[in-house]
């Protein structure tokens, strides 16, 4: 069944460590995202990519990295772990040109810092 | 940049009450109007969207939403709410001119009693 992944679901960390948050989807589309989300507010777009070797910053600003090397794959990493880094982080892709297309999402990654 | 808002968080409603959920935007050009739903433990999901046409759309179980262009709002409405509607829904907007860009509202925390 096409769908979208995230792993871990959810995560607990110390200060100061490296985490990369996965992604896959298995709808075969070509642009993917990422999103930060605190309790009761909005999404905010941290990252974007339109196609393989491509990535860009969002609207938020991130500590964040992303890599684009296959189409199916776009992973989130934090080098160093911060409290602030505290947050959801849901991944989500489209197919198309023109934002009329759904971004489809996954299920989230719900992180905690210590 | 454009912005979102969702004027009410959190809305408690009793079974057969309709529903009227609020959303605006700020931005003066051509847009994609969306609403996307989270019901408790699932993944963000699409449950209408507006990019052209009639401003009266229908979407999954019921729900519809207006375009008012010269209020700059998309206003989600269901005659008559289920306890399964109990959910979090977002208005979401996109920019003809910001490609594939979301720009997300708060959110609103609909909760249906039986």
């Known amino acids: 069944e096409a769908d979208i992944y995230q792993t871990p679901r959810y995560l607990v960390i110390g200060t100061g460590k490296k985490i990369t948050l996965e992604c896959s989807q298995t709808m075969g589309h070509d642009k993917m995202y990422w999103y930060q989300q605190d309790p009761g507010m909005e999404l905010h777009l941290i990252h974007y990519?339109?196609?393989?070797?491509?990535?860009e910053k969002g609207d938020l600003s991130s500590e964040s990295t992303v890599s684009r090397i296959r189409t199916e794959h776009f992973p989130l990493t934090l080098e160093s772990a911060r409290p602030s880094h505290t947050s959801q982080y849901l991944c989500?892709?489209?197919?198309?040109?023109?934002?009329?297309?759904?971004?489809?999402f996954g299920p989230g990654t719900r992180l905690t810092v210590l | 940049a454009q912005s979102v808002s969702q004027h009410n968080h959190h809305v408690i409603l009793s079974e057969a009450a309709s529903l009227e959920l609020g959303c605006n935007y700020s931005?003066?050009?051509?847009?994609?109007l969306f609403w996307y739903v989270q019901y408790p433990g699932q993944h963000l999901q699409l449950l209408l969207k507006?990019?052209?046409?009639?401003?009266l759309v229908k979407g999954i179980k019921g729900f519809e939403a207006e375009f008012i262009k010269s209020k700059f709002s998309f206003n989600l409405r269901k005659p008559s709410v289920q306890w399964s509607d109990t959910a979090e829904y977002f208005c979401a907007v996109n920019a003809r001119n910001a490609g594939n860009m979301l720009t997300f509202g708060g959110g609103t925390r609909l909760m249906v009693k039986p």
């Open positions: 989500a892709s489209s197919q198309g040109q023109g934002g009329y297309n759904e971004q489809f």
């Open positions: 990519s339109y196609g393989v070797n491509s990535t």
């Open positions: 507006y990019f052209s046409g009639d401003p």
């Open positions: 931005y003066g050009g051509t847009v994609n």
